[in-house]
């Protein structure tokens, strides 16, 4: 009789081993962690979106305040600033033979497109002031424009 209950109690603790192996994760289960996924990621999504458009924003004014202080430093050297015609440019590369004193360049680099992939626009004389204009058209590449498509400029202090 001993025999046949410690057979009893194998058979059982077999099988309860055998259900604990198969237990895994539902359907259900899978949906739930796929629908809060979503949920997290509609939520963080937008913000990251705003936190990267204030990045360009913000390179874009700086880039244009390093602009300013490389054309300060050509303007000590030649005693004028570039011409519209010759833009920006005439930071890195001696614009012609009749400037004289220039001691560039004054960027270390090439001169960058907007963080929107534009060129900046270079006027001299400027139309707001005794110095350069320069404008980033921002992200819609046009004169004007609200929100992240206002263009940002060298006159104003934002």
Excluded: C
Aim: hydrophobic share 35%; aromatic share 8%; net charge positive.
């Amino acid at each position: 009789m001993r025999k046949a209950k410690t057979q009893n109690r194998d058979r059982k603790g077999a099988g309860g081993l055998r259900k604990r192996r198969q237990a895994g994760v539902t359907l259900i289960e899978m949906l739930v962690v796929v629908a809060i996924i979503g949920l997290f990621i509609a939520i963080v999504a937008p913000n990251m979106f705003k936190s990267a458009d204030k990045a360009r924003v913000t390179a874009t004014r700086d880039q244009i305040r390093s602009f300013m202080t490389a054309l300060g430093s050509y303007k000590l050297d030649t005693g004028v600033f570039p011409t519209t015609e010759q833009g920006l440019a005439a930071l890195r590369a001696k614009p012609s033979e009749e400037v004289n004193g220039w001691n560039g360049p004054y960027m270390p680099q090439e001169i960058p497109k907007d963080p929107w992939g534009h060129d900046y626009v270079y006027k001299y004389p400027g139309e707001h002031g005794d110095e350069p204009d320069i404008i980033s058209l921002a992200a819609d590449g046009q004169p004007g424009g609200e929100g992240l498509n206002a263009d940002i400029v060298s006159w104003k202090n934002q």
